[in-house]
T-cell receptor, first 113, second 112 residues
Framework: NAGVTQTPKFQVLKTGQSMTLQCAQD?????MYWYRQDPGMGLRLIYY???????DKGEVPNGYNVSRLNKREFSLRLESAAPSQTSVYFC????????????FGPGTRLTVT | AQSVTQPDIHITVSEGASLELRCNYS??????LFWYVQSPGQGLQLLLK??????LVQGIKGFEAEFKRSQSSFNLRKPSVHWSDAAEYFC??????????FGKGTSLLVTP
């Protein structure tokens, strides 16, 4: 099993450009999450999807949109990137057998210039 | 809202010495508490968790943590640190939608 995969690993955008971060899990998990990690700030929740077909805002949703495409995939979209969105983005998933036990992807390092 | 505080931003210990990383939580009921570890350039890995029951929980890599309700703490310990333990450690509390609220992390440096 690959676990949680994220693409791309690295990305540089100019201010105002858009992009979509992809996340997929092969563990048949119901719940998926997007976090951002900034130095000295820990991880902050952007959006989550408790089950297929539902999405909810987390702590820092402004400037982002998400799509739970199916049970496996959960994408994060930046419609108009800003320098403040420079960060490392992590996707995670959790399943019925271990609610809250989240499995993390390797992250996407995004720089917005 | 549930929150966690990790008072120590950086900790340095000698290889072979004992380790304790502090975590304090704010939550009305019994919280779901976690410790995760992040090696440089990697994602996060679950070390251990506390849901209920025995307040001393064992995790992977020789780590343990003790839940103390009276002190609102969930400190992580290891009796003898190895150089490979150098990493960032995050305490987290479960919140709505089975999401996690993370502390800001403690960076562990291990010296020879």
């Amino acid at each position: 099993n690959a676990g949680v995969t994220q693409t791309p690993k690295f990305q540089v955008l100019k201010t105002g450009q858009s992009m979509t971060l992809q996340c997929a899990q092969d563990m048949n998990h119901n719940s998926m999450y997007w976090y951002r990690q900034d130095p000295g700030m820990g991880l902050r929740l952007i959006y989550y999807s408790a089950s297929e077909g539902t999405t909810d805002k987390g702590e820092v949703p402004n400037g982002y949109n998400v799509s739970r495409l199916n049970k496996r995939e959960f994408s994060l979209r930046l419609e108009s990137a800003a320098p403040s969105q420079t960060s490392v983005y992590f996707c995670a998933s959790s399943g019925d057998r271990g609610l809250y036990e989240q499995y993390f992807g390797p992250g996407t390092r995004l720089t917005v210039t | 809202a549930q929150s966690v505080t990790q008072p120590d931003i950086h900790i340095t210990v000698s290889e072979g010495a004992s380790l304790e990383l502090r975590c304090n939580y704010s939550y009305g009921a019994t919280p779901y508490l976690f410790w995760y570890v992040q090696s440089p350039g990697q994602g996060l890995q679950l070390l251990l968790k506390y849901f209920s029951g025995d307040t001393l929980v064992q995790g992977i890599k020789g780590f343990e943590a003790e839940f103390k309700r009276s002190q609102s703490s969930f400190n992580l310990r290891k009796p003898s640190v190895h150089w490979s333990d150098a990493a960032e450690y995050f305490c987290a509390v479960g919140t709505a939608g089975y999401a996690l609220n993370f502390g800001k992390g403690t960076s562990l440096l291990v010296t020879p």
